[in-house]
């Protein structure tokens, strides 16, 4: 079996979290070839502590890629859609936690969400964009 080339497109907490799960896999089943940040300081500094040989500050380098087999999606919950969306249109396998899609009140100014904006709304949008 070949190895999977996998690349991330995010570099902070989930990035780091779902790196360390890899880590049994890496250099064996799976090859971590590239990270996508924000700035090239932040995807370079995750390079460098992960050994990871590319890194980008456009995650559309690594849609390019045709060596790309999977990108991890590790980006806020709200650019889950559009970002997987992308990727699918890439022709790459996706990774992307929970939760897909939905409205997180992301436009409103209440610091807890979870408690301004109605599960039933949340749903509506979650279905919206499923579709």
Not at 66 to 89: G, K, N, Q, R, Y
Not at 105 to 114: A, L
Request: proline share 3%; net charge negative; aromatic share 6%.
């Amino acid at each position: 079996m070949e190895k999977i080339r996998l690349a991330m497109i995010g570099s902070r907490l989930g990035a780091n979290l779902h790196l360390g799960n890899l880590a049994g896999l890496r250099g064996h089943k799976v090859d971590v070839a590239a990270v996508a940040s924000e700035s090239m300081e932040s995807a370079g500094a995750f390079a460098k502590k992960y050994g990871i040989p590319d890194f980008y500050d456009d995650y559309r380098r690594i849609l390019e890629r045709p060596d790309i087999d999977v990108v991890d999606l590790c980006v806020p919950t709200d650019l889950h859609e559009s970002f997987a969306i992308m990727a699918a249109e890439a022709g790459k396998h996706i990774i992307c936690e929970k939760p897909l899609t939905g409205y997180f009140g992301k436009d409103r100014k209440e610091e807890q969400v979870g408690t301004a904006v109605q599960k039933e709304e949340i749903l509506q949008d979650a279905l919206r964009g499923c579709d």
